[in-house]
Structures are given as C-alpha cells and as structure tokens.
C-alpha cells in the first residue's frame, strides 16, 4: 500500500514487533486524560478553518515572523488540507483539535497548514511564526521535502507516514508499521505451534517490505518459509499465484499481505488450492475492513493491529461534534497532541523543544495504545492480535500494556 492509499482509506465506523515484556508499570497519563474527557461533554462549534491562501516561503531564515508566545507553545500541523487527501488531513486536524478540548490544556496553541499548497513553503512559514515542533506531514514525499529544512532550525517532525525510509536526523514517525505487525501475527501463530510459512505480497514497494518482514520474523521465530509469490492483484495474477504455492510446498500459516478487500477475493483461490486447512494471517492493513467478519472463508484467520477500544469512543465524539465519521488515521493526531500536551509540562515556553524526551524508554500511550520510539525514529507499538468470527472480530491475544524495561 502506498502512502496516498492509505490516506484514502475509508472512514472507519466501530471496528477497527517484536513480543513485549509484560508486567513493566507505564505512566498511562494519554488513555486516562482521555477516559477521563468521555465523561464530559465536548464543546459543540465549527470545525477549525483552514489557512486562508496558500503558504508564502519565508526564505532560510527561518527566524523571521510572530513574536516568541510567552505562555503557550506554538506547535505546527503539516497536513493537506486541499486536494485528493484533503478529507484525511481535516479528520486528523479535527482530531487535534478534539485533543486540546480533552485535556483542557492552555499551554499549547496549533496552527495549521496545508502541505497540498507546497511541503517546504508550509515549512518555512511554520518555522517563520515560531513554532517548536512539527506534527505531519501526512506524506513520505511531504517529509522528505520537511525534515532537512526543521533540522536546520533544529524542530523535531512527527510525521503521520508509516515509511521507515524517511526516518532519523530529527524526523519520527507515527504511522501503523507493517513490519511490527507481520513480527506480532507470526510470533503468535508460532506458539500456536505453525512452523511453515506461505506468503502472497502483492507487487509494489508494500509487498516488498511486507516480504522481508516476514522471511525476517519468521528466521527470529524459529519457523521456516516455504514459498513466498507475489501478484498483481487481477484474478488470473492472484490465481497464478496460489497454484505455485500449491505446487513448491506445503504450509500450515498463510500470509496474504494485503488489504481485506484483496483478502476477501484471495481467501477462496486458497482454500479450493492447497490451502484448505491453512491458517491465513493478514497485516494492519485488515483492521480497517468491517467486511472480513461476513466471509465464511475467512473465519480464523489473525491478524495484529493497534487497539480499537479506544477509537471507537473518539470516532463517536467526532461524529457528534463535526457530523461525520473520522479517518482511521484520525487518531495519529490525537495522539500526537496527547504526546505534545505531556511533554508540554516540563517544557518551557519559547524555548526549544526539548528532542530527547521523544526518546522516552517508557513510551507514551494514547487512542492507538503503548507506543514508544525507537533510536531510528520509528513508533514502536504495543500491537494486539485479532481472530476473524461469524460475524465479529474478536481479540485473542491483547496488545501488552507498557513495555519492559
């Protein structure tokens, strides 16, 4: 999946790495402000304006602009806000603000700009009016453009992306990682007891990185790979496909490392194709698809993904305040501002943005769950493992709820 596939991602309405030592404590200070917010009643009113008129480039010298705000601090949202994504970057921009309201905070103030308008003019004009910290782009090709000119004027960025490429030099990312959920599905599945891995990736940069994840997790578990095919997502490609599968070897776990959608038309080509007692495991990409839980063929098949317990009370506060159901990708802003308003509290005013508390061993836990950030820049989430029913998604195996130390 690309990155503007995932920003064109449905809205999602109820449904929605490595194993993790359990028993460690985590300050759970990100899921208790927001249980703590349902309990309320969000203030009703428009949703926030976009900038008016595209974003001018300030030059390098970013520190030109607004006065030093004294008693808040300024942070900026680098989302598009026209164009094809605009519709994913008002849900996260809405979300932030959904943010601000559950924790009540006074201490931060977000500005918005839009990246459809340019990447590197919407950067310059943030850093110009002062901001000390970057959430967004939404975009890998938006980051890339983002993160050399915020390291000049040594702003942190957390971008929304889930490509592990444009991470480092001052850039984190937020986004759902597909290596950390092919790792989860399989370590699961192999204590359960499967050892032979098949695999269907579909051709592209996703199916790529979604191969390698799993001759790498699969090697780490202790399980081998029996074949591995790639497709193009046409019948008679996706066909092809299971037959040389059938035809190399026999596997007990099948990967089809794509969305729920392609799984729904792959899962029977498997099951009348050497697949009949297989169990199909899927990526993060599933948790986005309330149609799975309706295919008989589909039925026990796992798949690991961040929680949904959370989202479904943000999707219902969302929906009450703006009229409309969010982005799933919603809650990366949430988060982010949860991660923002916590730091916030040790952090000074115009001052720089203090980088190294990003790195917090212990993490940070939001809508999404326990997340942290690696030395490389990448969330390392606390990812939960979900079996396909009649007609339901239920959790087997919970995501852990910090991480060791």
Known sequence: MTETDAARQAPRQTHVFAAMKRGARIAFMGAALFLAACQSIVPKGPAPAAPSGPAQPTGPDVTQGLPTDT???????????????????????????????????????????????????????????????????????????????????????ISFSNDASIAGSGVYIMGYNPNQSIERVVGFARGKGLSRFGALVPRGTYGERAGNALLRAVEQAGGTVVSMQSFDRSPASITAAVKKLQASSSYDAL???????????????????????????????????????????????????????????????????????????????????????????????????????????????????????????????????????????????????????
Request: no cysteine; proline share 5%.
């Open 71 to 157: 008693t808040r601090h300024r942070v900026a949202l680098l989302v598009p806000m026209s164009g094809p994504n605009a519709g994913v970057g008002q849900s996260i921009a809405n979300a932030t603000t959904l943010a601000l309201l559950d924790t009540r905070t006074d201490k931060v103030r977000i500005t918005t700009y839009d990246t459809a308008l340019g990447a590197a003019a919407a950067v310059n004009r943030a850093l110009a009016e002062g901001n000390r910290l970057i959430l967004g782009p939404l975009l890998a090709e938006d980051a890339r453009v983002v993160g050399p000119i915020a390291a000049r004027a040594n702003v942190p960025v």
């Open 255 to 405: 990967l089809i490392a794509d969305s729920g959608r392609v799984a729904l038309q792959v899962a029977p080509i498997v099951r009348k194709n050497g697949g009949a007692s297989a169990r199909l495991l899927g990526t993060e990409l599933w948790n986005t698809d309330t149609a799975l839980a309706s295919s008989p063929v589909l039925r026990g098949a796992w798949f690991a993904s961040v929680s949904d317990t959370l989202y479904g009370q943000l999707a219902n506060k969302y929906r009450a305040r703006y009229g409309s159901a969010p982005f799933r990708l919603s809650s990366l802003g949430y988060d982010a501002v949860l991660l923002t308003v916590r730091i916030a509290q040790d952090w000074k005013p115009g001052s720089p943005f203090p980088n190294a508390r990003l790195r917090d061993a212990g993490g940070f836990s939001g809508i999404d769950g326990a997340f942290r950030f690696t030395r490389g820049g990448i969330a390392e989430r606390a990812l939960e493992v979900s079996e396909v029913g009649a007609g339901a998604l239920s959790v087997v195996d919970p995501a852990p709820r910090g991480f060791g130390e």
